[in-house]
């Protein structure tokens, strides 16, 4: 989860997880407990699985997450007065 990027950003490059995320970005703990991007590892044999990223534009430019955890609950919460749009992309990883 990546939160607080500023609204001039236009792109994330490839590998700017913990590396060269834009100035002002923030990313958040994962899904695994670690910081950063992941990755799909679906497990070896399971079929096709499907990841969403979601991109929201807000009317606010910074969330006031405390600490470097956020649940989707939590998200939900804050995300739920200020979101002007959002969107999502959907793409499918197998092993």
């Excluded at 834009?22 to 910081?35: H, I, P, T």
């Excluded at 990755?39 to 070896?44: A, D, F, M, S, V």
């Excluded at 939900?76 to 992309?89: I, P, Q, Y």
């Amino acid at each position: 989860l990546v939160i607080d990027i500023p609204s001039n950003i236009t792109k994330l490059d490839e590998g700017a997880s913990l590396k060269k995320m834009q100035k002002g970005a923030v990313e958040l703990q994962n899904s695994f407990g670690d910081m950063g991007w992941g990755g799909p590892q679906p497990p070896k044999g399971t079929g096709v699985h499907n990841y969403v990223f979601t991109i929201y534009a807000l009317k606010t430019e910074n969330l006031p997450v405390k600490g470097n955890f956020l649940s989707y609950k939590d998200l939900d919460k804050l995300l739920k007065d200020v979101v002007l749009s959002k969107t999502t992309l959907t793409g499918t990883f197998t092993r």
